[in-house]
């Protein structure tokens, strides 16, 4: 089956700091990436809808200038948590949907646990 | 953003008993997947029904959808240790977006 991988999977940061986590198709071409955040306990939270070459889509409530998402490529996005704060502490999944593919099913990443301290 | 709901919110069984977690949802869908996640890992896909099916059988899963009472339920038979995990529905809407429920959190005692 499709793979997605995140990298890293586990980051801890100072606050203040920027974080960079990439979502990266392994054998298959996305042109849509999902970028989701899920607090401990909880279900996972849509952010964004990232569409390859343009700017992404945020959900209510999303702030695009603390979030930048990139996605360069077909098989690459970028989620940027700028100036990040304790309470940007979560874990971060990543998803992508293959061109052409049945049902449009998207495949998720591992995730990635950021911990801003 | 969640259409969803999931109940119960949290489930405990004894080993080799069922586990029916029920899902519902509020507009109109395309699929619903249901997922498993272990704890502080990544999600396992587990099974996905099309809108246009009733009842869908994976092993000892066993997933209907209702689409009159926008519902769906997830059947887990023999039910092992193993199976300890939160269970996930997930609508992928007209909007082409999947979004989740809240999750059932099932704990199976040996």
């Known amino acids: 089956g499709a793979v997605v991988s995140q990298h890293p999977s586990r980051v801890i940061c100072k606050s203040g700091t920027s974080v960079k986590i990439e979502c990266r198709s392994l054998d298959f071409q996305a042109t849509t990436m999902f970028w989701y955040r899920q607090f401990p306990k909880q279900s996972l939270m849509l952010m964004a809808t990232s569409n390859e070459g343009s700017k992404a889509t945020y959900e209510q409530g999303v702030e695009k200038d603390k979030f930048l998402i990139n996605h360069a490529s077909l098989t690459l996005s970028t989620l940027t948590v700028t100036s990040a704060h304790p309470e940007d502490s979560s874990f971060y999944i990543c998803?992508?949907?293959?061109?052409?593919?049945?049902?449009?099913?998207?495949?998720f990443g591992p995730g990635t646990r950021l911990t801003v301290l | 953003s969640q259409q969803g709901e999931e109940d119960p919110q949290a489930l405990s069984i004894q080993e080799g008993e069922n586990a029916t977690m029920n899902c519902s949802y509020k507009?109109?869908?395309?699929?619903l997947q249901w997922y498993r996640q272990n704890s502080g890992r990544g999600l396992v896909h587990l099974i996905l029904?099309?809108?246009?099916?009733r009842e869908k059988h994976s092993g000892r899963l066993r997933v209907t959808l209702d689409t009159s009472k926008k519902s769906s339920s997830l059947l887990i038979t023999a039910s092992r240790a193993a199976d300890t995990a939160s269970y996930f529905c997930?609508?992928?809407?007209?909007?082409?977006?999947?979004?989740f429920g809240p999750g059932t959190s099932l704990s199976v005692i040996p």
């Open positions: 998803s992508a949907r293959e061109l052409g593919g049945a049902d449009n099913e998207q495949f």
């Open positions: 029904i099309r809108s246009n099916e």
């Open positions: 507009t109109s869908i395309n699929n």
């Open positions: 997930a609508t992928k809407t007209s909007y082409d977006k999947v979004i």
